[in-house]
């Protein structure tokens, strides 16, 4: 097909589109011209390619895509995982990347590289240059990051200060072995203080455990039970620093919502724009707990609150 020629398909949506700008404006013709996504009542936050986990076996493109369309989902965010202390086997980015590649329109790519790896990246622009290679590639955030440092280490904030500048998300892991942290969440605060301009996702033991006000040293690295006191440093970070998000993916995020169930339904709604339904889905056949969850209260939420947290919310901060 030449240059100059233009098919009947094509011609038409630009007739279509003209058509409605001319007559409904520039406003309604952005509207007109908005992503229209594959269907699917999910985008999940949270998933795995690759061996992961112990003798498991590997989850592949195909094992994903099968899975997704079976539990509704998408959209999928799939995370590689490059820290030794992450699991027991590496997920580069170059094969996040490589493998998604022509599934873009449903597998979304994030990267990841480890703090401590200072070959070639001395400094934070530096580690702008890398990362926009990543970004240039198809990643549209930074994660899983899961290395075993502390959450403000001077070598976190680089990095994070790097993804601020390219508009890329953080999606971390923290609890006492991975970001560590303390009860309240001081580092984790720090961060946002000194990298005002980032997106923060929190995810893991530690996070979650956070939702209640009762947490101690020990806590974070557990999935509490109980009712859920008030004072929980997630509420009030979230409330003091709009760049805070939340994935409420694996045990600890299902468990975070189901332990107190009032709880959990009244803090979906008053935080629905800064929660994100997830699954950390990361080997075939794996039990998720979040579809049985949410199942139990879907029906007492806010079809608003259900748009924002099982897809919007998602899709706005990754620039979807």
């Known amino acids: 097909m030449s240059n100059n020629h233009i098919s009947r398909r094509a011609f038409n949506r630009m007739a279509v589109i003209a058509a409605a700008a001319s007559v409904m404006g520039t406003a309604s013709s952005a509207r007109a011209a908005e992503k229209t996504y594959p269907e699917g009542n999910y ?27 079976y ?17 027991d086997h590496i997920i580069t980015t170059d094969y996040t990347l490589k493998q998604t590649r022509p599934f873009r329109e449903r597998l979304i790519p994030f990267c990841s590289i480890d ?41 976190n904030l680089e990095f994070f ?6 508009g890329m998300p953080v999606l971390f892991h923290l609890d006492n072995n991975r970001n560590t942290d303390k009860p309240g969440l001081p580092a984790l605060e720090k961060v946002l203080q000194q990298i005002p ?4 996702i929190g995810h893991a033991q530690g996070w979650w455990a956070s939702i209640s006000g009762d947490v101690d040293q020990a806590t974070l690295q557990k999935y509490p039970a109980g009712k859920v006191h008030p004072g929980g440093a997630l509420d009030r970070l979230m409330e003091k620093y709009p760049n805070l998000y939340g994935d409420l993916s694996a045990g600890s995020g299902a468990n975070a919502i189901k332990r107190d169930l009032e709880f959990g339904r009244e803090f979906i709604i008053r935080r629905h724009d800064r929660l994100m339904f997830g699954t950390d889905y990361l080997a075939p056949e794996q039990k998720v707990p979040q579809f049985e969850l949410y199942g139990e209260i879907l029906d007492d939420l806010p079809q608003e609150v259900k748009d924002n947290v099982f897809r919007n919310n998602a899709r706005r901060i990754l620039g979807l």
């Not at 200060?161 to 390219?166: T, Y």
């Open 43 to 69: 985008f999940d936050i949270h998933t795995h390619l690759g061996k992961v986990w112990g003798n498991k076996p590997e989850l592949t493109v195909d094992n994903l895509l099968r899975w997704m369309d």
């Open 71 to 87: 539990k509704s989902i998408s959209q999928a965010a799939v995370l590689p995982l490059v820290s030794p202390e992450s699991w």
């Open 115 to 155: 703090p401590r790896k200072h070959i070639y990246m001395s400094n934070v622009q530096a580690k702008i240059d890398r990362l926009k290679k990543y970004q240039d590639a198809g990643a549209k955030g930074y994660g899983e990051h899961k290395p075993g440092v502390e959450m403000d280490d001077p070598r």
């Open 161 to 166: 200060a790097a993804c601020a500048e390219l």
């Open 197 to 200: 301009d980032g997106v923060f």
